[in-house]
Each structure stands twice: as C-alpha cells, then as structure tokens.
C-alpha cells in the first residue's frame, strides 16, 4: 500500500486540525514530509516534495537526496549531481559529498509568495552518465512573525443620531503578511453600551468584523464615542493589532447612499494602457442638499490595487493607473464605498477580471548539454536536455517546439515541457565537423510568439579514413650520377580525420633494385614523405625501379594505403664512346694497305665504336681529327667509313698515319679517338719493307711523342723476345711429334679446295687482290700481328714441283731446320719474292708453310 501510494506520488504527514496540536505545530517549522518518486527512467519521473519553515538560518538540512532517491553518496561527483534552480534566486544548494539539501539563503515567505498559498519552490536535481533528472518542489510554511496590522491607527465614523438599530458599519479588515492560521482570525472592540462586533468570513476564508449598533445614538447625550478595535491571528504564539474607532454622532440625516448595483464584474484585458476606462460605479441619496452630495473612494484594498486603478471621487470613473499583467493576478477584487454629504456610506464590489493577451515568449532554459559528442554516436544518443515554459494561460501558453530539418537530430518529448535532443541519423564529421541545432518555440496564441535557442554540437574525431595519396601512382626522375642524399621527389597524402588521427607517416616496404635492398638506396622522410636517394645511381646498370611507400596515420586502430613510386633513372652523358674497330690498345695500332692504284671512294676501313649511354647521347659522329695528308682520306660522319677522297699520287707519302675522333651528342660531348696507320703500297712486301723507313717526317714529333714511342717500343721488344722464345718452344716440340707419329716424306696438309692460283682468290676488304704469305702468328698475341718470314720454298715452276717430289722435301726439311734455329736466335728475316713479268697462269710464288706443336687432328693446319 505505501509502495503504490508512492508510486503515485501521494504525501504522507500529520494534519494540523487532528489531536496533538502544540506536538503537531512544533514539527511544521522543520520538515514536514517528503514525496519520493520511483523513477524507472528520465521520462517517467514524478515530483518530490519537501517542506521547510520559512525564517530557517542559512545552512539548514532541508533532506538527503541520496537516502531518499536510494542513491550511493560516492556516486553524486562522480555523475556531475547539480542542482538547478527554477526561480531567479538560489535559495538551496547540493552538497555532494553528503548528498544534503540545503538552504543556501534565509526564506521569506511573505517577500516570496505574499498570500500565495501553497508557497512552492522548484529546483531539478540533474545526474549524468546516465543521465537522470529529478524534479523537486519545496513547499514554504508559513511562520507567524508578522502581527496583524490595520492601514490607520484610527478610524472616524460620522453616524447620524436615530439611525436604525442593528445597522451595520463595516470595518476595515486588518493586514496579516502570514497565511493560513497566522492570519488574521478575530476581532474584538473595546467594551461600550452603543456597538457589538460581527465578525464574519468571506469567500476566500478571511475573516472581516461589521459594527453594529445595538442601542439608539443621542447626540445630545454622547457627541462622541471612542472604541478600540484589536485584531488577532491564530498563531502561536498569538499576535494582535489594534486601532480606535472615534464615532461622531451627527445630526439626523436618513438618507443612505445606494448603488446601482452591489456588485460590478468587468472584464480588463491586460496590457491596457494608462488612463482606460475600466467601468463607472453610479450611487444616489434621496436626502437633498448637502447630505445628497456624494464623494467615491476605495474601501478596503491592497496598496497593490492603489498602483494599478484610481478612483475619481466625483464621478465614480475607474481607470487604469499602472500595467495590468495577467501573469501577476487574473482577478481584482475592489470594495467601492459612496459618502454622502452627512457622512452616510454605503459599499458595493467591484470585480475585475484580467484577460490574457499572448505578451510572453516561450523561455527555453537548456538543464543539461554535451556540447561535443563523438561522430560514431550511435542513433537516439542524448545530446540535450531543455525545458520549454510559457508564462500565458490557455492556448498562449501551449507551446509547440522543433529544430531545423536538415540536421541529424530530433526532439524527443519526455516529462511535461521538457525535451531530450538526440541523434537521429549517423554522423560524420568529416563532411559537416559541427552542427549549430536552432531550437524554435512557438505558442499557440494569436499573435503566435516564438523564442529560439542555438545549441552548438561538435563532432570529436573517430579514425575512420584511412591516408589518401593525392596521386594514383608517382613518377620522379633523377639523372645518374647523383650525389647522395639527393631529393628525388615528395609523396603527399591527406587523411580527412584531425589531430592525432590525421598525422601521416610515411615507409617504404621491403623490396630490392637488382641485388640490393630498396633501404640501401632510397630513403622516405616519415614526416613529410620526402624521397630521398642515399647513394649514386647509374643509368647503365638500373634504368628504373619501383618502391611501394605506405603512409599511415596515426589513429587507433591505425589506417593506411599504399601508392606505387616508379623512380625512372635519366641518362647523362658519362660514358666517352668506345672503339670495337680497330681495337686500341697499348700495342701498335693496326696497318691497313691501300693500293696506290685504288680511285676515290675506295673503302680503307671502317671506324667501328659504341656508346654505352642512351638516347642523344649515345648518337656517334665520326671526322678526321688529324692525318699526314688530310685531303687524301675522308670519314663518314655516321658511319665511320674511312675512304679514299682522290686518286692517290706519286708525292703521297707511303706511310700515312690518321687520327678519327668519335664523338657522340651528349652534353658537354665526349670523344674518344682512334688512330689508324694506312700504308700506301705496290706490292705487299715492299709496304713491309718501307714500314721499316721512318719518315722524316714523324721525327719531328715532339719530345713528349718520342718519349712515348720510346717506351712503348722497349715494352713491344720485351714482348717480342718472349713470343719468339715460345714460338721456339712451339717449333721444337712440334718437330718431336711430327717424328713420332708422321713416317710419310710428306709433311704438308693439302686441302684440294684451297685455290693455288691467288689470282683466283678476290677479296671485298680493304686490298683489291688476294696475295699469300708465309706467316707465324705469334702465339697468344693479343695484337694479331704478322711477321713476314724468310721464304721456305724457292720460286719454282710448276713442272718442276711436279716433277721432283724427293728434291723438294729435302730442301724444304734443310730450310725449315735453318728457320727454326733462326727463329730460337732472334734472327728471323723476311724474304722478297719476284715474279718475273713473262710468268704465265698457275706459277708458284712462294709456299707458306705452318707448325703446330699439338697432335692428331688438332696439328692439322689449313692456309687461306
């Protein structure tokens, strides 16, 4: 039964009107009772109530909120417990360490209420996580500290001799600040012959006292009456206020004033300006004369209705003197009395009835806001907890409340006026960081009002997106040779989200160029993804190469994206050209013969290099840098080609040395050259004979040349020596396997498609005819140089080679053993062979004959 009763918010406390008064009494200046609601959640929460006497010292327990709302005191800090106020003062205060209401500021009921009753003040108690929200109400019991008291210390009656007995004279009513039982309850006058004392109560309860006249006045007699009104309220202790009444007993006049009407009821609407007409009280007196002329004025009123009507005493108009709010009073009750000119008074009421204009805006009062809330909020989140109040009645005080469409948010109607915003739809913040909500209130009135609210939301920031590039992929270019430490190039990635969750590293992941790991060549700044190359690079051995480069942010958990950085190597011009043709080397350069008979055109050789660069810069150009007699040659500026550029001449020096530079189209270009030594002959062996010839020409090098040729020439004797010692080695050890394994006379290996006749033999080289020689190829020679031998076989007619086999064993036998003991001396000659002009088709010249030191099939030699 008390659960139930409690549940629907019932009170439970003594009534003062029951047994135990002075018991009873004492317990209503402290706290009466409480109303304790049970709240199963923030939308279904009923009132508490308390009672506290007014007058109570600042400090005072008004109750524990903790016990009665059944809540652990640790808790109140720790969920933000405030205590909100709804009037405009802070009478009380939360202590949350003890959970204790109490009273911040002494309570004046009367200053508070005035005659209000009950005196009522609200607060909310507001926790958070969760959020919950108590409504309290205190209710202020009146004190009895304030006497009765009356507007004037003395009251003149003016009342006629023979007036009827049982008249009645109403009284003043005495004023009591203090409601209820500490008003005012009871008058009393003073002991007299003449007047009793009526007392009686109107509508409202209060009590108000008429004199009325018990035995017949005689002016003649007693002029002049004096009587002591005394007031007393129900308090206690009990509290009185007095006055004197003075009756003057005039001469006979018996005529009473009367009203039109005993009451008046007139509507006022509120707002009214100064001087509007409310109503005209009309009274008449059937005497004449003097005792007909008859003056208005208020009877008993509050000095609030002396601010707001006045009263013209001659015509009985009633107009407004201050503003009329409906707010503060919906009804005035005036008393209006009529004098006539012997002092006869009558009385009639006045009721005013204020009408509401729609003069207050809805007051939207915000009781708990989480400015900032995180963008992953899930629907139906609280964000707000406001409450709407409108101080008009009737439909100007119905209020309709809403937010602006476009926001993810909705209002939610909890408690009577009092809203929750919440999420309504999901929130992200990088497309809209923070939402200024406008919270709109409008009455229902005519005009409508309205109020608005701006409630500022922020979204904090979740990491939900990860670091994007602001390229698909990336192409940087650097040219080789590049020192290290070199920027390359810079990778940029944005991540919507802020502060921590938006800072960007940058790494590159595991990978190689060629051999070599991608962190021994390429560096990333983390900070500002900066490309860097740690070492030089060349163009020839990595054209380009591709590193994956992650960048991740700095959230939890952490988000990352990856792009492809292609690095493409630029070529540059460090690599001079190369000659394949002819090979340069520390040796002699190679000798080309030209017949004197060729024409121009005629090909000499060709300049063969190679550029181990790319693009322009391995483009080669050929000229003719230097030669003995530069008009004689010309270079082919892309081939290489070198020819004949006029007929050759008898003056033309036999030996010509050229100088071809190869250039190629870098920039700054490089070059290379290549000298090539060109000998002008008639016959092959006389061109031998006159290289022997320096001409006088090339002993006008300078010093620095000769130096050069003199070096190298000790260096090419030193070879010399050691290629003629092997060749004898060869010879010897040759001659030892030919015994063993060869008892045929014939020492020669004959191939019977080798042409005999070397006019049948046409070359495409550089010589116009194909001439034999005896050669010995000097082995392991890297210069492929020939050494023209002494001739092994005489010039002989062909019969006679036919003809004498055994004669010409023996003496090639006889002159191979003479070569070969000239060969192991160092003394290797070189033989001419004539032809004389009358030799016919098929003569021998000369036979070259070669040895090899190995055996089988592998000594077996060809000759072309």
């Known amino acids: 039964m008390a659960a139930a009763a409690l549940q629907r918010g019932l009170c439970f406390g003594s009534d003062p009107g029951m047994a135990g008064g002075m018991e009873n009494r004492s317990r209503k200046r402290q706290v009466l009772s409480f109303f304790l609601c049970l709240c199963v959640s923030l939308g279904a929460c009923e009132t508490i109530r308390y009672s506290v006497p007014e007058e109570k010292k600042s400090g005072s327990l008004v109750a524990n909120i903790a016990k009665d709302l059944k809540l652990d005191v640790g808790k109140l800090s720790g969920r933000s417990a405030r205590l909100i106020s709804k009037s405009s003062k802070q009478y009380f205060e939360l202590n949350t360490r003890s959970g204790d209401v109490i009273i911040k500021e002494k309570i004046d009921r009367e200053d508070l209420c005035g005659l209000s009753d009950p005196c009522l003040l609200q607060f909310e108690i507001v926790l958070e996580n969760p959020l919950q929200l108590y409504r309290m109400e205190v209710q202020i019991n009146d004190v009895n500290d304030n006497s009765p008291k009356f507007s004037k210390n003395e009251f003149v009656f003016k009342i006629p001799e023979q007036i009827p007995i049982n008249t009645r004279f109403p009284l003043e009513r005495a004023q009591d600040s203090d409601i209820g039982t500490n008003g005012v309850q009871s008058y009393e006058i003073s002991s ?59 001469d006979n006049n018996d005529n009473f004033p009367q009203f039109s009407q005993s009451v008046y009821k007139v509507q006022l609407m509120e707002n009214s300006p100064r001087d509007t007409l409310v109503t005209k009280v009309v009274a008449s007196d059937l005497d004449q004369g003097s005792n007909a002329e008859i003056t208005y004025s208020f009877g008993e009123v509050p000095d609030k209705v002396l601010k707001l009507f006045q009263l013209n005493p001659l015509s009985g108009e009633i107009t407004v003197l201050g503003i009329i709010d409906f707010e503060d009073a919906a009804m005035y009750e005036i008393e209006i009395q009529a004098t006539d000119g012997g002092g006869f008074t009558s009385h009639c009421k006045l009721l005013v009835e204020i009408k509401d204009m729609n003069d207050n805006a809805p007051e939207v009062t915000l009781t708990s806001l989480t400015s900032t809330i995180p963008e992953d909020s899930s629907p139906e989140t609280v964000v707000a907890l406001f409450s709407v109040r409108d101080r008009d009645s009737g439909d100007n005080g119905r209020t309709l409340c809403s937010i602006q469409d476009n926001v993810p948010f909705a209002l939610k109607s909890t408690l009577k006026d009092y809203y929750e915003l919440v999420t309504q739809k999901p929130l992200d913040r990088e497309k809209v960081p923070e ?42 270019y650097l040219k080789e040779n590049n020192p290290p430490g070199l920027l390359i190039g810079t990778v940029r ?18 990978g190689n160029i060629g051999d070599l790991p991608f962190s021994s060549s390429i560096s990333i700044n983390s900070e500002n993804g900066n490309v860097y190359a740690l070492q030089s690079l060349d163009y020839e051995q990595t054209r380009d190469f591709q590193v994956t480069v992650r960048a991740a942010d700095g959230g939890s958990p952490q988000l990352s994206s990856e792009v492809i950085v292609r690095v493409v190597i ?18 002699a350069p190679a000798n080309d013969l030209v017949p004197r008979s060729a024409e121009a055109g005629y090909l000499v050789t060709k300049v063969v290099a190679v550029d181990g660069d ?18 004689l040659f010309a270079v082919g500026l892309q081939t290489g080609e070198v020819k004949i550029s006029r ?33 002008l002959v008639d016959g092959f062996s006389d061109a031998y004979m006159q290289l022997l010839d320096v001409p006088q020409e090339e002993e006008q090098q300078d010093t620095l040349t000769l130096y050069l040729v003199i070096s190298l020439s000790f260096i090419s004797f030193l070879f010399l020596v050691s290629v003629v010692t092997i060749i004898a080695i060869r010879l010897y050890k040759t ?50 140089e020939f050494k023209f031998l002494r001739p092994l076989v005489p010039s002989l007619p062909a019969d006679s080679i036919a003809a004498g086999g055994s004669i010409f064993d023996s003496q090639i036998n006889s002159q191979l053993k003479e070569e070969k003991e000239s060969v192991r001396e160092g003394r290797a000659s070189v033989s001419e062979d004539s032809i004389p002009r009358s030799s016919g088709e098929g003569c021998i010249v000369n036979k070259v004959i070669g040895i090899n030191e190995n055996c089988d099939q592998n000594g077996w030699l060809s000759y072309q």
Request: aromatic share 8%; charged share 20%; with cysteine.
């Open 192 to 250: 007299n012959e003449h007047f009793s004392l009526d007392v009686l109560s109107r509508g409202d309860g209060s009590k108000y006292a008429e004199l009325v006249l018990e035995k017949q006045l005689d002016r003649e007699e007693q002029a002049q009456l004096m009587l002591i009104l005394t007031a007393a309220d129900g308090g206690l202790p009990q509290r009185t206020g007095t006055a004197r009444i003075r009756v003057n007993v005039l």
């Open 435 to 476: 939402y200024n909500i406008t919270i709109t209130a409008t009455d229902r009135g005519t005009p409508k009002l309205t109020s608005v609210r701006i409630i500022r939301v922020q979204l904090s920031d979740i990491n939900d997106n990860p670091p994007v590039f602001n390229e698909s992929s990336y192409v940087m």
């Open 493 to 510: 990635a944005a991540d919507l989200d802020t502060e921590q969750n938006a800072k960007v590293t940058y790494s590159a992941l595991p």
């Open 570 to 587: 630029i070529d540059e011009n460090d690599n001079a050209p190369f000659i394949l043709y002819p090979l340069q080397n520390s040796s």
């Open 614 to 631: 790319s693009g322009q810069n391995s483009w080669l150009f050929y000229q003719l840098l230097k030669a003995t007699d530069p008009s």
């Open 647 to 679: 007929p050759i001449t008898s003056p033309d020096s036999v030996k010509q040395k050229l100088i071809v530079l190869v250039r190629d189209n870098g920039e700054p270009p490089r070059s290379t050259t290549s000298t090539l030594n060109v000998l």
């Open 735 to 784: 001659r030892q396997c030919r015994e063993q394994y060869v008892p045929s006379s014939r020492n020669f290996y004959s191939d019977g498609s080798f042409p005999t006749n070397p006019a049948e033999t046409s070359g495409t080289g550089t010589l116009p005819q194909s001439y034999c020689y005896e050669v010995c190829l000097t082995t392991g020679s890297g210069t492929s």
